[in-house]
């Protein structure tokens, strides 16, 4: 046959559809084959398997309510034992009916056991779990029951229509993940079990347990061992350690079992802890139980037996209350500080940083200072006790660090001050009120202010042992500060608990290290108490001194005290009493501390009492002053005076109408200046200096003749001087003494009293001048024993006129003796005998007749003169 070119193309032809038919006969007999051994393999390989499934998903749901649907990609089902091997799963389990809670197991590879309803991981699981309370809207539409097997795919049931972008991106916000391996899930119990290692992540934490659990039917997570979680605040790490930890999300509360926080250079533990969440997800507070301990790196510590703390929207705290015994103990290089109280509230603003702090009941914060800055052996503690105690803090310079800014101690609120120095004795002060309110300086580190009210009291123990006492309705000090450098604070806020003891330390101290300069930073510069004032004194009893020493007591509306001249000044009907000798008061009375001088202006009246004798030592001067003669207390009033405790000298001064005026019984002294001396006990009496006038007046009482009729001299002149020892008043300078019967001039004259009688040695409150009988002087009364008149003496008596330069009376005859100086006789004019000399003239106050005795025919003359 004849090949062509035609025939060959159809030839070609032919065998390509000859072979396309080969292949296709081919292509199905092994798609045939391989058919057959796919079902033959598991057979060949040991493996009972009865079905699989593309896209498996089985819900579960009891009483109109989804409780699980498991969906796979791929399902293998056993023939023997009802297990299954499903691939790439996903577990979406619902929480109880209204809770719109779904949670979600996600894992490459699971065994299900569909009898015992046993679900087991393969490998490494991932769980989703939705946010806390009702606010979640994961899970919000739940799918339709079906209790049966369903072999198509179907939607995920966590985004049914309906769900927003926002609610999808909020729910994802509030999703915490879990990894871990080897869980075993219980359809039946609706539990989730593992025992290896398990990570987990919050909106704002991350962390790691070994086992843990979970229930879908109540929301219950539970971690079971060593549980590890770490955050920040204010971007700094925080690592909190747990025995053991619990989620409710329905309660949306975590338990943590021996809970422990790390945060920057702050520590704090304790038995349990309580977390409670909001609806968003966010911590809202946290309460802490059973040995609350937080530790700084400063070495402070505080205790309590639980502790709440608010936080804010953003999981910051705001507010921390630790109550049940709390106790705050804090050591420094050179200082120990400890603190007590029932209860504390801690108020935290932006940063954490500080803003009050209060604490309750039995309030007390104790201060020791190991070493004086002056005095490295001796040693210091500052010491503040009240029912209530609240610290104002303002922002520092950084504004990260809290500075104290104030502190009110209020209900019996004390301040104690003790110095003990290594020589000489120690330093005590305590100040109490039913509320002290301290203002701080700018460095939170020493006092400024010191404002009290209700029962104010100062007690001050001073080095030499003597006690200063000082009680009113109001009080406010006011403090001189060194300058010094601001404090290093501690590093940032920390989290909520850690908080606590930075800001107790604070407020009890101002810093958490202080040193001993300053704890002697702050000194009284200014003392004012208002209202009822009362002060007192009581020296120290010296060394060979047979009683006690007297108290010196002051009162007033108004003390002010300052330290620049320490002087401490009363106004407001001001009143001094220095122990039973001496009582004075005035419109102003200024007391010096450092020297135990008082001044006193303003219709000043001072009742003296003789000093008792047992010799009580005075804490003033003047406290013991010369008998005047009479009877009882001696009586001063003046328009100032001026005590001198150095010299033991008073002086009292008249205005310009009025002289100062001394009196006791009927013995009286009124000069422009009165001079009192207690050591020993005298008196002066002068007008101002280079005065010519006789200004002094005294009042004396006197028995004039041998019948001892009582009357009183009057005696006037520029200066007296009275000795108490020598019972002598000396006067000087124009002299002049009106008695009854006449005047007597001289240059000077000496005035002598009796002996002091018996009944005249008081002591204490010892009554006044006892009360004579029918006119009589009193018993008890001292009288001018005899007097000494002096130079161009001048005796003047009705109808007669002596002169001479010596005149001396005697109170037992009533007799006055008129001398003259050499070559000059006295004289004695009489308008009926005329002029009579002679050496003496006796003067007899009895009769009335005059004795002349001497002259140069030594004749002796008796001359009387009708009455």
Known sequence: ??????????????????????????????????????????????????????????????????????????????????????????????????????????????????????????????????????????????????????????????????????????????????????????????????????????????????????????????????????????????????????????????????????????????????????????????????????????????????????????????????????????????????????????????????????????????????????????????????????????????????????????????????TIPSKGGQELTNISGDQLLATLDPTGTAIKQLDGSGSTKIVDLAQDGSTNTSSGDRLHMTFTQQPKAAKETDAKAGAAKANVVKTVEKAAAGSDKKSASDAETSQIDTAIQDGHVVMTQTPVKKEGAKSDPTTLTSWANHAEYHSSDQILHLTGSPRLKDGDALQMSAQFIDYHRDSGDATAQGTLKATYRQQNASGAQQPIAGAGVPDLGGSGPVYITADRGDLRHATNVSLFYGSATTPARMWQSDHSIAAPVLEVSQNPQALKAYGPEGSTAAVVSANLTSNLGAKHQPSVVRIHSRTLEYSDAERRADFHGSVVAEEPDGVIHSDAAQVFLSPKPAGNQQTGNSSAAKTPASGAQPQDVSQIDHMVATGNVVMTQPGRKATGEKLVYTSDDGKYVLTGAPGNLPHVFDKVKGTTTGARLIFNSQDDSVVVSGGQSSAVTETRTPK
């Open 1 to 418: 046959m004849r090949l062509t070119v035609a025939r060959l193309r159809q030839s070609i032809v032919l065998l390509a559809c000859l072979l396309f038919v080969v292949l296709a006969a081919f292509f199905l007999y092994a798609r045939y084959r391989f058919r057959h051994f796919e079902k033959d393999l598991p057979a060949r390989l040991g493996i009972d398997i009865q079905q699989t499934a593309d896209g498996f998903t089985f819900s579960h749901s009891a009483q109109g309510h989804t409780l699980y649907t498991i969906h796979a990609s791929k399902l293998f089902q056993y023939k023997q034992g009802g297990h299954a091997t499903l691939h790439d799963v996903q577990i979406t389990l619902y929480g109880a009916p209204g809770s719109n809670r779904a949670d979600k197991i996600y894992g490459s590879e699971f065994d299900y056991d569909k009898s015992s309803g046993i679900v087991s991981a393969k490998g490494n699981v991932q769980i989703d779990l939705s946010g806390l309370g009702d606010d979640s809207s994961a899970g919000k539409a739940a799918p339709a029951k079906t209790g049966q097997a369903n072999q198509t795919n179907q939607p995920n049931q966590a985004n049914q229509p309906g769900q927003t972008g926002q609610d999808d991106a909020k729910a994802q916000q509030q999703i915490i993940h879990i990894k871990t391996s080897g869980l075993v899930f219980n359809e039946k119990t609706g539990d989730a079990v593992t025992s290896e290692h398990t990570e987990f992540s919050l909106p704002k934490a991350a962390g790691s347990s070994t086992g843990a659990s979970y229930n879908s039917k109540t929301g219950l997570l539970v971690l079971d061992q060593e549980v590890v979680l770490t955050t920040s605040n204010n971007g700094n790490l925080a690592i909190v350690h747990a025995t053991h930890a619990t989620l409710l999300r329905d309660s949306r509360q975590a338990f943590l079992l021996h809970p422990s926080t790390d945060y920057q250079t702050e520590k704090s533990s304790s038995d349990q802890a309580i977390i409670y969440f909001r609806k968003d997800g966010s911590a809202s507070s946290v309460d802490s139980q059973g040995h609350v301990r937080m530790l700084t790196d400063s070495g402070a510590v505080l205790t309590a037996e639980n502790s709440h703390t608010q936080l804010d929207a953003k999981s910051q705290p705001v507010q921390i209350d630790v109550a049940g015994g709390v106790n705050f103990v804090s050591n420094g290089d050179n200082s120990s500080m400890h603190g007590t109280a029932v209860s504390c509230t801690l108020t935290l603003g932006a940063n954490s940083t500080l803003k009050h702090g209060r604490c309750r009941d039995a309030v007390s914060f104790v201060e020791q200072i190991f070493k004086l800055a002056n005095d490295p052996r001796g040693t210091a503690s500052r010491q503040v006790q009240s029912s209530m105690l609240d610290v104002d803090f303002v922002p520092g310079p950084d504004g990260k660090k809290s500075i104290a800014q104030k502190a009110l101690a209020t209900g019996n609120a004390q301040v104690n001050l003790h």
